[in-house]
């Protein structure tokens, strides 16, 4: 089957309906509380060798808020400087980028870390320390989702989903709001194991009802791998670089 020229138009007649659980991935160091705990760490012990040894010694998580997780949702939806896959920059709305599982949101994470220390500042040396996230759900529910994984969007996916040039996606992304889409549903480029994103373009589909479970990890770049590490509940595994350039 040929794929059709998308417009507002026709998009309207291949909305889906979705009801799942999600995952947001943020980086402590930015976030609330645990950007002001890491930010009093290091003032007082002056080493972020110190820093890990301290968080290791005392099993310290930093206390992370309902509040805290709405202000990230509420930044998420507002205003950004740059550009992002669905979003063009200094528009009013915002995008929220949620993954379907907390393995695949913490495997894009791993991405810009890579980003962070291999190709931005070629820093190294700080690659020896792990980085914090928190990897939060979220109860996503919409009849008006596009789903990029359906067949009959296979040649608008391929151009979306191209890994260093997004310009065609946030034309597409337009053309869904255009349309009255909430969402679109696509598949991750980080997590090759048919990990599965969702970017949300209105913040109504998330249902405040839900209460997010919270969970803790921490990223390690050593020798081309990111090793990845949760405490609770326990999990553990690796990425190659190789795997998410």
């Known amino acids: 089957m040929s794929n059709p020229i998308w417009t507002a138009s026709n998009l309207k007649s291949e909305f889906t309906t979705y009801d799942k659980i999600a995952w947001h991935a943020v ?6 509380k645990g950007g002001r705990f890491f930010a009093r760490a290091r003032n007082i012990l ?30 998420n939806f507002s205003a950004k400087a740059k550009d992002s896959r669905f979003y063009h920059a200094h528009t009013p709305h915002g ?20 980003l962070e220390f291999y190709q931005w500042s070629n ?4 690659a020896k320390n792990p980085a914090h996230y928190l990897v939060f759900s979220l109860h996503i529910k919409t009849g008006q989702l596009i789903d990029l994984l359906r067949p009959i969007f296979s040649t608008y996916a391929e151009i979306c989903l191209h890994k260093t040039e997004s310009a065609a996606a946030r034309d597409f992304a337009d053309c869904v709001r255009q349309a009255g889409g909430e969402a679109i549903r696509y598949p991750s480029l980080r997590d090759k194991d048919s990990g599965t994103n969702v970017a949300i373009l209105l913040r109504t589909v ?5 209460k997010p479970e919270r969970q ?3 990223l390690k770049i050593k020798d081309n791998i990111i090793f990845i590490e949760c405490q609770s509940p326990y999990k553990k595994h690796q990425i190659p670089i190789r795997n998410l350039a």
């Open 206 to 210: 998330i249902m405040l009802s839900h």
């Open 95 to 114: 995008v929220l980028y949620v993954a379907e599982s907390p393995e695949t949101a913490i495997a894009e994470m791993a991405y810009y870390l890579w």
């Open 216 to 218: 803790y990890w921490q």
């Open 46 to 75: 002056k080493s972020e060798d110190k820093i890990q040894e301290f968080l290791k010694i005392l099993g310290i998580k930093p206390d992370v808020s309902a509040e805290d997780i709405m202000k990230v949702i509420e930044h």
């Open 123 to 126: 820093n190294l040396q700080n």
């Open 27 to 32: 980086d402590l160091r930015r976030l609330g």
